[in-house]
């Protein structure tokens, strides 16, 4: 069945009856499918939100009986996402039988413990806080769901009077509470309460619905949130203007832009006063239509009303108090105006913990801002990596259109702070957050590296990648550029890679890679300087265009990309990292070479003077010294090998072991080689170590430092 029975607006119907044909029979097979789906729009749940569940029967595999299982979505898992090994299998019999222990509501989380004894898949996901919820209703498919449109009726003042008359008694209504054993049995009670219904509305939260098949669960699901989204759409602008009508006029885009470029790194540095964070910008329509409008002051402050957003937002946002035209030069006071505004955040956030924590609560989180809203330009969000910083974005997006349409429809009702934090702090939330990996070194850190595109840059930028870090790829080869990016999203996904094409001896162009870089990541912490060229030519075969390259691509191209560099770190007040990679020529007189390594000699002398002057402002400066890496590189190109064999008096075809040979250690040097060195300076093991050079060359004594 490719045509839908209904037509929908407002949701996108994705069932492929094709591919669901072929999972016939199978209803795991066809639980994850389903839930891929729908999680692909984020109009029906973003990120992590939600949960969904199927229920077979299975052979016991010690009794050989057959038993009803549970298969749902394991904890922190996303249904857009997931596959089999992200489900949790639990035997019904077993987790419905709890019920018989359950000592009640004040006694909630010592439940989930007990959801262990019930896992019939020992390869299971632990159980997340949902699991009771699915577990008591009867249906053989089941989606709970945090669709924007659904959460807006849910949290206005007359949702359920709303709920009533929309769905004609067919979707049941449950108060807010927190998720757990008792609320599960809340929902068994409201169906009991209510035969025939097809789903419940739970009061700012989300929506259950279910079907006796996957299709038929996805169907009821979409026509539900449908039916929701029509309902609102009819009601934007009814009673009065959206969110009050416009108060403050939105930039043009290219100004908006400009302006969140300069600002982000002060905001990241201010916002990172406890640990580093890393930045998402967002200036879309929905965030414009809130910011400017009227009712911000209203709104804003009142925080969100579903968990799954303010566990990701905080509570509530900054505001901040700045002309969207303002000046942004004078930085110092830009970071003591806007730092004003940021310590009375810090107050109100430690307020809010001591007002409401009690005596078993985790020690109080950053208190910092996590969302940060400058109107007539956009929205900001800082986490600790940038898919968190960006979830969290979308998830405050959610939250506005939650706003916007409960204002339509009714008011709008967010939760009481006490219920907020006691989501919040939640024990089972803090255990969540201390079972989560350890960080990786270059966690929280964004590092740009010229010339990334292949050989040496893009082994550095693999390696920072690889340890965690934001990596914005540069490269004036367009093509090369592209063939690297996709490879690096391929195998690392999409949000820690930008790629940008930069012109070194270009300031335009480096501008822009700049701009590029704060507003995907909101600043930077590493510099790597790796653009070059190689000309090889005798001394009277130079020519003073090639003295000219060498010089604007080696020498000026460093000092232009670092200083570009140094202003953000700057303006962070975060210390930083510059790398550049040199070569064993700047130490060493060889045949042939006069113009490359005179520009060589100057990079490391620039390096050792920068190291001088920066270091007041925690910026280290090292040098990397390679020589001879041949692998993936373009320095082979353009008649240089040929140039090198012949000074050497050699074939081209023995270049690389004859450079092997000359070494000490008689080996060849590798661009993982020259990665390793670029990340022993930034790994954190040499964070009292400037104005160094480490040479990666197999050991030719020649080159020896003295």
Known sequence: MNTPIMSFKHVSYLWDEAKASKLAGNEVDLLIYRSNILGADLRITNYGGGNTSCKTIELDPLTKEPVEVMWIKGSGGDIGTMTRSGLAGLYVDKLRSLKGIYRGIEFEDEMVELFNHCIYDLASKAPSIDTPLHGFLPFKHIDHLHPDAAIAIAASKDGEKITKELWKGTIAWVPWQRPGFDLGLKLKEALDNNPGIRGIMLGGHGLFTWGDTAFECYLNSLEVIEAASAYLTENYGKKRPVFGGEKVASLAPDQRKSQAAKLAPVLRGLASSEKRMVGTFNDNDTVLQFINSHDLVKLAPMGTSCPDHFLRTKI?????????????TDVNGLKEKIGVAFQAYREMYADYYQKHKHPNSPAMRDPNPVVILW????????????????????????????????????????LPLQEAFDIEYWLLEEAKLQRMPKEKPLSRKIALITGSAGGIGKGIAERYIQEGACVVLTD????????????????????????????????????DAIQATCLRFGGLDIVVNNAGISISRSFEDHTDLDWERLNDILVMGQYHVSKAGVTLMKQQGLGGDIVNIVSKNALVAGPKNVAYGTAKAAQLHMSRL??????????????????AVIENSNIWEGGWAENRAKAYGIDVKDLPQYYANRTLLKESVKVSDIADAAFAFVGGLLTKSTGNMLNVDGGLAAAFPR
Do not use: C, H
Request: hydrophobic residues 45%.
């Open 610 to 627: 920068m190291a001088a002057e920066l270091a007041e402002d925690k910026i280290r400066v090292n040098v990397v010294n390679p020589d």
């Open 316 to 328: 509530s946002p900054l505001v901040l108090d700045l002309p969207a035209n303002a000046d942004l």
């Open 476 to 511: 004036i080869d367009q093509a090369r550029l592209d063939g690297t990016v996709a490879d690096f999203e391929k195998k690392y996904g999409k949000d820690n890679v930008l790629s940008v094409k930069l012109d070194v001896t270009n300031t335009a162009s480096l501008a």
């Open 375 to 414: 109107p007539g330009v956009g929205m900001f969000s800082y986490a600790k990596d940038k898919q968190t910083s960006r979830v969290a974005s979308e998830f405050y997006i959610n939250a506005i259109n939650v706003m916007r349409g409960a204002e339509a429809v009714s008011e709008y009702v967010s």
